[in-house]
């Protein structure tokens, strides 16, 4: 092999290292812009999981007020359930006096 022959094998052989650099440089570029991309679609979804987060919670604190307000609610049915029972007690006293009394009326008039 002489001088130039050597030479001729070099240059292929720069000249393939080119090329692989070239190719590994826009390979690089590649990999950067998927990473950029991936980085994007990663904020989208971190923000996209906030606004879930906080519609949980937004959820959550009205499930708890609903929860309140049927156990207010419960409360005031048995509040009104036993006040009816009382009326009622109340009413059906006043009705067993008043037939009581109406029993003993005729007795009354007809003693004066």
Request: glycine share 4%; net charge negative.
């Given at each position: 092999?002489?001088?130039?022959?050597?030479?001729?094998?070099?240059k292929?052989?720069?000249?393939?290292?080119?090329?692989?650099?070239?190719?590994?440089?826009?390979?690089?570029?590649?990999?950067?812009?998927?990473?950029?991309?991936?980085?994007?679609?990663?904020?989208?979804?971190?923000?996209?999981?906030?606004?879930?987060?906080?519609?949980m919670?937004?959820?959550?604190?009205?499930?708890?007020?609903?929860?309140?307000?049927?156990?207010?609610?419960?409360?005031?049915?048995?509040?009104?359930?036993?006040?009816?029972?009382?009326?009622?007690?109340?009413?059906?006293?006043?009705?067993?006096?008043?037939?009581?009394?109406?029993?003993?009326?005729p007795?009354?008039?007809?003693?004066?």
């Amino acid at each position: 092999m002489n001088f130039h022959d050597e030479v001729a094998k070099v240059k292929d052989q720069a000249g393939a290292l080119v090329e692989e650099a070239g190719d590994a440089a826009k390979k690089k570029d590649e990999l950067l812009d998927e990473i950029a991309q991936l980085e994007q679609a990663k904020k989208e979804v971190e923000e996209e999981l906030g606004a879930l987060e906080k519609e949980m919670e937004d959820a959550q604190q009205e499930a708890e007020q609903l929860e309140s307000e049927v156990q207010d609610t419960q409360q005031e049915a048995r509040e009104v359930e036993e006040a009816s029972a009382s009326w009622a007690l109340r009413k059906s006293g006043k009705r067993q006096r008043a037939t009581s009394a109406m029993s003993t009326f005729p007795t009354c008039v007809g003693a004066t």
